[in-house]
C-alpha cells in the first residue's frame, strides 16, 4: 500500500501537508478526518494515532504525526526540488530556525485568533468577551510583525531567495485569522507581497483548494452537544 495522508483541510499543518504532496506530485490516498464530527476522538482513530490529532501520514507499516516531521519525511523520501529544504547548511538552517520558532509564536496566535473570534462562538456556542478578543488579536499583531522583522526581512521569501517549507507553513497558519475573517495583510504590504509570492510559487488552484474550507469556518453549524462535550477541554487545552 502507498502512502496515506490522515487530513482535515480545517487544520492548518493538514494545509500544508496536503499543499505539498499535491505540488510535488506525491502520490497518497487522502483520508479524511473530519474534526468538526469529533471523528479525532473515536477509538477508531486512535488506533492510528494515540494522540488523536491530524495531520497523520502512513507509509505501509510506518506511521508518523506531527506535520513538520512528516514535511521533512516528504523531502527525504521523494526528490523534491531542492529550495523546499535546501541541501545548502545555512540556507536549511534558516528554514529550520522558523519551523522551531512557529510552534509557540505564529502557529498559536493564529489558532487562538480563529477559535475566539468564530469557533469558540459560531460552532461551540460558547462566547467570548470583546476583551478577550481584543488581547488575541493584538497578540497576533506583534507575531505578524516579528515574522516581518526578524523573518521576512526584505527577502522575497522567509528563509531567502526561493519559497521553502517555512513559508508553506507561515501561510497555512496565516490564512487561519483570515477565515475568521481578520485582516491581517490589509496595511502591511511588505507581507500582502510576500502572501502573493507564495501563492503564485504553490499555484493559485491548489492554494485556493486547500483553503475552501478554513473560508468557510465562519459558516460552521453548532456542534453536536455530544461531540461538544467531548471537544471542549481539548480546546480550551489547545488554545490557552
Known amino acids: 500500500m502507498g502512502l496515506e495522508l490522515y487530513l482535515d483541510l480545517l487544520s492548518q499543518p ?3 501537508v496536503y499543499i505539498f504532496a499535491k505540488k510535488n506530485s506525491i502520490p497518497f490516498e487522502l483520508r479524511t478526518v473530519d474534526l468538526r464530527k469529533g471523528q479525532h476522538l473515536s477509538d477508531a482513530f ?3 494515532s494515540p494522540l488523536q490529532k491530524v495531520p497523520v501520514l502512513k507509509d505501509g507499516d510506518f506511521t508518523l504525526t506531527e506535520s513538520v516531521a512528516i514535511l521533512l519525511y516528504m523531502t527525504r523520501k521523494y526528490k ?5 529544504y535546501p541541501q545548502d547548511l545555512q540556507a536549511r538552517a534558516r528554514v529550520d530556525e522558523y519551523l522551531a520558532w512557529q510552534h509557540m509564536a ?3 496566535n493564529c489558532l487562538r485568533a480563529l477559535w475566539h473570534k468564530v469557533m469558540l462562538p459560531v460552532f461551540l456556542g460558547e462566547p467570548v468577551s470583546p476583551e478577550m478578543l481584543a488581547a488575541t488579536l493584538a497578540e497576533l499583531d506583534v507575531t505578524l510583525q516579528v515574522l516581518e522583522d526578524k523573518f521576512l526581512q526584505d527577502k522575497a521569501f522567509l528563509a531567502g531567495p526561493h519559497v521553502s517549507l517555512a513559508d508553506l ?3 497555512t497558519e496565516l490564512m487561519h485569522p483570515v477565515g475568521a475573517g481578520c485582516q491581517v495583510f490589509e496595511g502591511r504590504p511588505k507581507l500582502a507581497v510576500w502572501r502573493q509570492r507564495v501563492e503564485a510559487a504553490v499555484g493559485e488552484v491548489l492554494f485556493q483548494e486547500a483553503h475552501e474550507v478554513i473560508l468557510k469556518a465562519k459558516h460552521s453549524q453548532p456542534a453536536d452537544p455530544t ?3 467531548k471537544m471542549m477541554s481539548r480546546v ?5
Not at 523534491?80 to 523546499?84: E, G, K, R
Not at 480550551?236 to 490557552?240: G, K, R, S, T
Open 14 to 16: 493538514c494545509r500544508a
Open 46 to 48: 486512535a488506533q492510528i
Open 80 to 84: 523534491v526540488p531542492d529550495h523546499w
Open 106 to 108: 505564529l502557529r498559536r
Open 169 to 171: 507553513v507561515a501561510i
Open 227 to 229: 461531540i461538544k462535550q
Open 236 to 240: 480550551l487545552a489547545m488554545i490557552q
